[in-house]
C-alpha cells in the first residue's frame, strides 16, 4: 500500500495535510520484548516560554485479530532495520494467510529469493526477485519502485507472483530506511541520490544471466513513480518501457507552498533534517475503496506511517517540481494508470503527464470509481483487470522487441 504525502500549508501552522482533493505525495522467527517501545512525537512547547521541542509518545495502533505478544512486537521502535527485520520474521505467516486475492490466488511455482547486499554506499539493501516456473520462457525483466509508505513485500508479493507467472522475472528492493534496508526509518536525506541508488541497484539486476539481453521495464507506485521518472530522466535510454501507478509527479498550484514557507522549510530541514515535524493523516480511507482490504494495510506493519520527517517532505517537493520541469522530456513506451476518484493523487495529474510526455507510444488508463490503491485496495475483479492491464502491455512491447 502506499500512503502518499498529501501537501497543505496554512499559516500559522504548517501542514502536510490537505483538504483540497487534489493531493500529492504519497524463516520464521518469534521474538519477545517485556513492554512496547515507543516511537517519540515532536511538538512545539509555547514559544512565550521557550524554544525548546516537548516529545510526546505516539501509540501505535493495535492490530485485531492478532496475539497480544505480536502486539507487543510490532509496537517496537522501527528507526532501524534490525528491528524491523524481526518484526517482518514474526508476521509473515499471519500475513501470508490474509483474506486478500493477492495472498488467496497467488500463482504457485513462482521461484522466489530474498538477500542482502551492501552497494557502493556501503548500505545494505533487502532486495526479493520473482522468477516464472522452470518450463516458461522468460519474456522480460520488471523492476518495481514502491511508494513512500510501503515496500517491496506485503501486497507486492501477489502482484509479483502474478506477473512473473505471466513470464516476467520481477525483481524489487526498499531504498534505504524503508522495509527491510538498512538506514533510517523514512527518511530521504536527498532524493536524487535515491534515484541513483535505485539506477546502481538495477543495473546489476539487468546484468543477470537469466534477463541478460532480454528488454527491461520499471514500474513505479506513487512515490515510486517519481523515482521511476527521474530514473527514466537521467538514463533515457536505458529502459524499454515504462509504468506508473497512480504516480506522485506535479503538485497543483492551489496546493504548493508559498515561496517563502518553502524557504523556511528548506532552513529548518538543515537544522534539523531527521525530525518529524508533519503530522501524517492516516490515508487508509482515501488510499482503499474496500473496508475489507483497507483494514488489512495495518497487517504491512514495517511500513512507515509516522510522522514526515522534515528533509523528507522538502525533498519530496523538490522531486515533484523537478519532474515538473521535464515532463516533456518523458520519451519512453509508457503506460500510466491511475484510479479515476484518487484522492491521494490527482488523476488530472497523469492526464497532464500524458498529454505533455514526448513519447510516441504512450498509454493512459482510468479506472471508473478506483482509489489510490488500484492493486491492493479495489474489488478483486479490479485488481484482476488492472494487472491484466499490465501484463498485456507488456506482452505487446515483448513480441515487438
Not at 181 to 192: A, M, Q, V
Not at 240 to 251: E, R, S, T, Y
Not at 373 to 388: K, Q, S, W
Request: proline share 6%; net charge positive; glycine share 6%.
Amino acid at each position: 500500500m502506499e500512503l502518499s504525502l498529501p501537501l497543505r500549508f496554512s499559516p500559522p501552522a504548517f501542514s502536510l495535510i490537505s483538504q483540497s482533493p487534489i493531493k500529492y505525495f504519497t524463516d520464521h522467527q518469534t521474538s519477545t520484548i517485556s513492554q512496547p517501545i515507543i516511537t517519540p512525537k515532536l511538538t512545539f512547547s509555547p514559544p512565550r516560554r521557550t524554544n525548546r521541542f516537548v516529545v510526546t509518545a505516539k501509540r501505535k495502533k493495535r492490530i485485531d485479530g492478532v496475539s497480544e505478544e505480536l502486539n507487543l512486537i510490532a509496537s517496537q521502535n522501527l528507526d532501524f532495520a534490525p528491528a524491523r527485520r524481526r518484526v517482518r520474521s514474526a508476521f509473515v505467516e499471519v500475513q501470508q494467510k490474509l483474506d486478500h486475492c493477492l495472498f488467496k490466488f497467488a500463482p504457485t511455482g513462482i521461484k522466489t529469493e530474498e538477500w542482502y547486499e551492501r552497494n557502493s554506499r556501503g548500505l545494505e539493501l533487502f532486495c526479493k526477485s520473482w522468477i516464472p516456473e522452470q518450463d516458461l520462457p522468460i519474456k522480460g525483466a520488471l523492476c518495481f519502485c514502491h511508494g513512500y509508505g510501503d515496500t517491496c513485500t506485503f501486497f507486492f508479493e501477489g502482484i509479483a507472483k502474478r506477473i512473473a507467472a505471466a513470464g516476467y522475472a520481477v525483481y524489487a528492493f526498499d531504498y534505504p530506511g524503508f522495509g527491510l534496508s538498512e538506514g533510517l526509518h523514512g527518511y530521504i536525506p536527498s532524493f536524487d541520490e535515491l534515484v541513483d541508488i535505485v539506477i546502481e541497484q538495477y543495473k546489476k539486476i539487468k546484468g543477470r544471466p537469466e534477463v541478460k539481453g532480454l528488454p527491461h521495464f520499471i514500474l513505479g507506485q506513487s512515490m515510486g513513480g517519481a523515482v521511476t521518472l527521474k530514473v527514466h530522466l537521467k538514463d533515457p535510454l536505458d529502459w524499454d518501457g515504462v509504468i506508473l501507478v497512480a504516480p506522485m509527479c506535479k503538485i497543483a498550484e492551489d496546493v504548493k507552498p508559498p515561496a517563502p514557507v518553502l524557504k523556511v522549510l528548506t532552513l529548518m530541514s538543515r537544522v534539523m533534517p531527521k525530525a518529524k515535524l508533519f503530522p501524517q493523516k492516516d490515508l487508509a480511507e482515501l488510499a482503499f475503496r474496500e473496508l475489507k482490504k483497507r483494514k488489512m494495510a495495518v497487517y504491512n506493519v514495517i511500513s512507515y506511517d509516522d510522522q514526515t520527517r522534515l528533509k523528507t517532505a522538502v525533498e519530496l517537493l523538490k522531486a515533484t517540481s523537478d519532474i515538473e520541469r521535464q515532463v516533456e522530456k518523458v520519451s519512453v513506451p509508457l503506460l500510466i494508470l491511475h484510479g479515476a476518484a484518487d484522492k491521494v493523487t490527482d488523476p488530472l495529474v497523469s492526464q497532464f503527464l500524458y498529454e505533455k510526455a514526448s513519447s510516441q507510444d504512450k498509454t493512459l488508463k482510468l479506472y471508473e470509481e478506483g482509489y489510490h490503491c488500484i492493486l491492493e485496495g479495489e474489488p478483486d475483479d479490479r485488481i484482476f483487470t488492472v494487472l491484466n492491464d499490465i501484463i498485456s502491455w507488456l506482452d505487446s512491447r515483448t513480441s515487438l522487441a
